[in-house]
C-alpha cells in the first residue's frame, strides 16, 4: 500500500509524480537534524501548552513520544519510511503513531519555515566544537612542528624567489595563525547564526499567544529573531559558514601547496610519509603527494559551495521559498569536506620527514644581500644607496660565476671603500636569522617567544 503523504487528500488531489518526490524529498540530507527536531519540537510543545493549546495529558504524552522518537534516534531504531519528505515530517508522522491523533497537534502554530531554521541553528550550536577541535588539532600539529623543527633553516620566498633565510619553525607557525584566524571568524559566524526564528511561523507569526523570548532561551539561544520574514528566509548564516569554510581550504590548500614543491626530487626539503601518498599504476618509482594534492584540489569545491549558496540566495524575494532547501547540501557537504582535510592535513605534517641538510643547502647566498645592504646602511649609507651597492656586487659575481661569498675582499672594496674584514662575519645562517629580531621576526630568540604565544591561544574559545 502507499504511504500517505502530508498533502494527499487535503488540498492536493492526485499523488506527485515519482522525480518530483525524488527531487523534492530533502530526508537524506536533513536527517542529519534529528536529534535538532526533537529538541526543537519539545520546547515547541512546552510553549504551545503555555499557550493554552494542549491539555495536560496532550502535553504528557507529547512529551513521552518526541522522548521515545528520541532513543530511536540514538540507538538507531528509527524507522524512516518512503513517504518521509523531510526531518520535519518523518518526527510528526511518527509521533502520531506512538501517541494517536494528538500527535498531529504539535505542529499548531508552527511551520516547516520556521522549524527548518530553528533546526539548522540548533545544529550548529551543538556540533561547532567539533570544528573548532578539529582546527585546534590541525594547528597542534603546526606547533608540534615549530618545536621539533627548531634549527632547521630554508630559504624564504617571496615571487618563489629565494628571499632571505628563515627558521622553518617560523615558517609552520605562520600556518597556525592562518588557522587562529580561522577560529575567531567561526566564533563570529557561530554568534550570526545563534538566534531563534521559532514562533514565526510560516512568513507573519503566530496567532497564538507564545512567549518567543522564553522559547529562545529554552532552546538556548540569546533572542528570537526580531522580524518573521526575515527569520524565515535569513540564510547569511550558512553563507559565513561556507565562506569560513572556504577559507579554511585555502589555508591548507596554499600550505599543500608549498610542501608539495618541498616534497620534489628539485626541493627535497621534506619527505611525506607513504600513509599519506600513493603510487603510481604504470611507473614504479613514483610516489605521489596525493594527500596535499587532494586537499588542494578539494579547495576548489569549497569555494564553490559558497558560490552555489550565494546564486541560490541571489534572486529570493523575502520569506521562505523551497530553494531554501539546497543551502543544508551545501552546507554539511562543506562541513564534512573541511573536517575530513583538517584531519588529513595534521596527519601528513605530523608525519612527514623533515631533510634538514637538504633545507640549509638549498639557501642561495644571494640571500645573503639584504645582510650585506644592512651592513653598508650600519655604517652610515642610506638605504637606497646601500641597495644600489649591494646589486652592483650581485652582478659582479654574477659576471664571475662566483658566489656572493667567494668574490675576494678586493672585488668588494672595488665597489664601496666601506667594505671591510668584518663583512665575511655576517655570512652565516645563523647570524642572518638571528638579526631579524623584532618582534614577529624570524630570529631564534622570537620564534621562541612567538611559539610561547602561539600556545597561549589554544583552548581559549
Ligand atoms: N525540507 C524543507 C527545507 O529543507 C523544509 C521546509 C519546507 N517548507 C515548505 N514550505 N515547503 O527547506
Redesign the pocket.
Given at each position: 500500500m502507499k504511504e500517505q503523504t502530508l498533502w494527499s487528500g487535503g488540498r492536493l488531489d492526485s499523488e506527485m509524480d515519482r522525480e518530483m518526490i525524488q527531487l523534492n524529498n530533502?530526508l537524506w540530507i536533513?536527517q542529519r537534524m534529528a536529534k535538532e527536531d526533537v529538541q526543537g519540537s519539545l520546547a515547541w510543545a512546552n510553549a504551545i501548552f503555555e499557550a493554552g493549546v494542549l491539555s495536560r495529558s496532550e502535553y504528557d504524552s507529547i512529551i513521552s513520544g518526541l522522548k521515545q522518537i528520541s532513543e530511536e534516534f540514538s540507538n538507531d531504531s528509527f524507522q524512516f519510511k518512503s513517504s518521509d519528505?523531510?526531518i520535519?515530517t518523518a518526527v510528526e508522522r511518527r509521533l502520531t503513531e506512538i501517541i494517536g491523533p494528538a500527535g498531529g497537534k504539535i505542529h499548531t502554530g508552527r511551520?516547516?519555515?520556521d522549524?527548518?531554521v530553528t533546526d539548522f541553528r540548533l545544529w550548529i550550536k551543538n556540533h561547532i566544537s567539533e570544528m573548532k577541535s578539529g582546527i585546534e588539532t590541525l594547528q597542534n600539529a603546526f606547533l608540534d612542528r615549530a618545536e621539533q623543527d627548531m634549527g632547521v633553516i630554508l630559504p624564504g620566498y617571496t615571487h618563489f624567489q629565494q628571499a632571505q633565510p628563515i627558521l622553518l619553525s617560523h615558517w609552520w607557525l605562520s600556518h597556525f595563525w592562518a588557522l587562529e584566524r580561522d577560529k575567531q571568524r567561526l566564533t563570529e559566524a557561530q554568534s550570526h547564526a545563534d538566534i531563534s526564528p521559532l514562533g514565526c511561523g510560516?512568513l507573519a507569526g503566530s496567532t497564538l499567544p507564545i512567549d518567543r523570548f522564553k522559547l529562545a532561551k529554552d532552546l538556548g539561544f540569546p533572542e528570537p529573531a526580531p522580524n518573521s520574514l526575515d527569520a524565515v528566509s535569513d540564510r547569511d548564516f550558512v553563507c559565513d559558514f561556507l565562506y569560513e569554510m572556504a577559507m579554511i581550504a585555502v589555508h591548507m590548500s596554499r600550505c599543500a601547496e608549498a610542501l608539495i614543491l618541498y616534497s620534489t626530487t628539485e626541493f627535497g626539503f621534506i619527505t611525506l610519509s607513504d600513509r599519506y601518498s600513493t603510487g603510481s599504476s604504470l611507473m614504479p618509482q613514483k610516489k605521489n603527494p596525493d594527500s596535499l594534492e587532494l586537499i588542494r584540489g578539494k579547495c576548489g569545491s569549497q569555494i564553490g559551495l559558497l558560490q552555489a549558496m550565494l546564486s541560490t540566495l541571489k534572486g529570493l524575494p523575502s520569506a521562505?521559498d523551497?530553494d531554501?532547501?539546497e543551502?543544508?547540501v551545501l552546507f554539511f557537504q562543506s562541513w564534512d569536506n573541511t573536517l575530513l582535510l583538517m584531519k588529513v592535513l595534521t596527519g601528513v605534517i605530523g608525519t612527514l620527514h623533515v631533510n634538514a641538510d637538504r633545507c640549509r643547502q638549498a639557501v642561495d647566498t644571494q640571500a645573503f644581500a639584504t645582510d650585506v645592504a644592512d651592513y653598508l646602511v650600519k655604517k652610515g649609507v642610506p638605504f637606497r644607496e646601500a641597495h644600489h651597492i649591494v646589486g652592483k656586487v650581485v652582478k659582479r659575481a654574477e659576471a664571475k660565476h662566483l658566489k656572493l661569498t667567494e668574490l675576494s675582499l678586493a672585488d668588494w672594496k672595488e665597489i664601496s671603500s666601506l667594505f671591510d674584514n668584518d663583512l665575511f662575519r655576517i655570512f652565516s645562517l645563523e647570524s642572518a636569522v638571528n638579526a631579524r629580531a623584532v618582534w614577529g621576526g624570524t630570529a631564534s630568540e622570537q620564534v621562541l617567544k612567538q611559539l610561547a604565544y602561539a600556545k597561549s591561544k589554544m583552548n581559549t574559545i
Open positions: 530533502s536533513d519528505e523531510d520535519h511551520s516547516r519555515n522549524q527548518v510560516a521562505y523551497k531554501l532547501q543551502d543544508k
